[in-house]
Structure formats: structure tokens, C-alpha cells
């Protein structure tokens, strides 16, 4: 085991990034795709709600399809590398 201490390339990571956006970048792509938000979250007649939490309702249809095109957008920013901390910040929130 190598200690903690001891500076590290940064190659591993950087790949790790590349590939984990790249994935995320085909899930969103097909989520829009499938047209998940109408799909899954708009027309089913009936949406089983968390105790307690009856009162919270899914967000309207374009606003929920704007965030999967942000979420699109985070994603390619991860993969090449720009902004990632924020990018990163976005896509988990």
C-alpha cells in the first residue's frame, strides 16, 4: 500500500473524468432520446409520493426538460475538462 502522503499523477483521474462524462453524456442524451421527462414523470396517472411529502409535486414539463439539458451540458463539460468543479457541483446537485 502506498503511503497517502506521496504526490500522484494526475492521469488516472483525469481519465476518470473523460469516461465518467462521456457515460453520463449517453444517459442524457438518452433520456432526450426516449423522451424520459414525459414518459416517466408527466403522464403516469399516478405518482406514488414519499410520507409526508404528498404536497411535493414534479416540476412542470419544460422546466424538467431544461434540466435534463442541463444536466447535458454539465456532463460534456466534465468529459473535456472545462469548469469541472462547477460542472461536477451541478451534475450532483
Known amino acids: 500500500m502506498k503511503p497517502f ?3 500522484e499523477g494526475a492521469t488516472a483521474l483525469g481519465l476518470f473524468r473523460a469516461v465518467f462524462g462521456f457515460f453520463m453524456t449517453l444517459e442524457c442524451l ?3 432520446r426516449i423522451d424520459f421527462v414525459k ?9 406514488f409520493s414519499y410520507p409526508f411529502l404528498e404536497w411535493l409535486k414534479p416540476l412542470p ?5 431544461l434540466l435534463v439539458f ?5 456532463s460534456i463539460l466534465i468529459m473535456v475538462g472545462k469548469w469541472t468543479r462547477p460542472a461536477s457541483i ?4
Open 90 to 93: 451541478f451534475f450532483s446537485i
Open 70 to 74: 442541463a444536466l447535458l451540458c454539465g
Open 30 to 32: 438518452y433520456f432526450m
Open 5 to 7: 502522503d506521496k504526490p
Open 39 to 47: 414518459n416517466a414523470l408527466v403522464l403516469p396517472k399516478v405518482q
Open 61 to 65: 414539463e419544460p422546466a424538467l426538460d
